[in-house]
């Protein structure tokens, strides 16, 4: 179970004190540091916007290690990934986030004029109405962040519709859903099981569905491609609702505030 998600107080980047690779603090400006972010990521784009420089890794995870390794002197990460991974507690317990950089909204993407959109809306309205939502957030420590859902029917499957996202789900027997590792959203157990908030309510889908539940790990930049070209059928992994998403994608209705924040070590 990850640690219950936690504000810290917002405080001012115009100077930031770092820990340099256990030698003495030195003091820099925002613009004189470099923040590790995720490639094509919300915080890579917050970055850019404020003409910061940045090391693009692989993942929020690898951004974390460049900080605590001391080769980059911030990351810029999701606040959702933050509570369940920095401070006391967690893997990274040197590590603190301060300035608030956006606000956002997390949502499941699908691909363009997709059916399946609408069904996980309905999903995520009977699972917010029922509880199991809440009861699910409340798992991974999200339940502060989790948003109220908008009453949507589920369509109608017509299996022989060659159109039909639902119907070409249902007839090859799973939904192969797009992540990264990503806690508390997306991550594996002990046993090598995914498991996270979005993991299980996928889960969810593919159970009202009929259907297994296939998780793939995709290279963020490219979800879009992946789901275009089928590899996979959904992409949930706490993604930002953003203008580049919301033209490639069909997307949910929000699940879920997050808001991009900035990790430095603790002094």
């Given at each position: ?39 094509g ?63 956002e909204k ?7 004029d ?78 090598g ?6 993991a ?68």
């Amino acid at each position: 179970m990850k640690k219950k998600l936690a504000m810290a107080m917002a405080l001012t980047m115009a100077a930031v004190t770092l820990a340099g690779c256990g030698n003495a603090t030195t003091e820099k400006s925002a613009d004189e540091m470099v923040y590790a972010v995720e490639a094509g990521s919300a915080g890579e784009a917050a970055a850019q916007d404020k003409g910061w420089q940045i090391n693009s890794v692989a993942s929020q995870a690898d951004a974390l290690m460049e900080v605590q390794s001391g080769t980059s002197d911030a990351a810029i990460i999701d606040l959702l990934m933050a509570g369940a991974m920095i401070g006391e507690g967690t893997s990274y317990p040197n590590l603190i986030h301060t300035t608030e950089l956006t606000t956002e909204k997390y949502v499941v993407g699908c691909r363009k004029d997709s059916d399946l959109t609408d069904y996980i809306n309905a999903v995520l309205f009977d699972a917010f109405n029922d509880g199991t939502m809440a009861s699910i957030a409340e798992t991974y420590g999200t339940q502060e962040s989790i948003v109220s859902q908008l009453g949507c029917e589920y369509p109608v499957i017509n299996i022989d519709d060659e159109s039909s996202d639902l119907a070409y789900i249902q007839n090859k027997g799973n939904l192969i859903v797009g992540i990264t590792d990503f806690a508390p959203m997306d991550y594996k157990d002990d046993n090598g099981n995914w498991i996270g908030f979005d993991a299980d309510m996928a889960k969810l889908v593919g159970e009202k569905l009929g259907v297994s539940v296939e998780f793939v790990e995709i290279d963020w930049d490219n979800k879009i491609m992946e789901l275009d070209s089928k590899s996979i059928d959904v992409v949930w992994n706490g993604m930002t609702l953003t203008d580049e998403v919301a033209d490639a994608m069909n997307c949910s209705n929000a699940y879920c505030n997050n808001a991009q924040v900035v990790v430095v070590p603790a002094n």
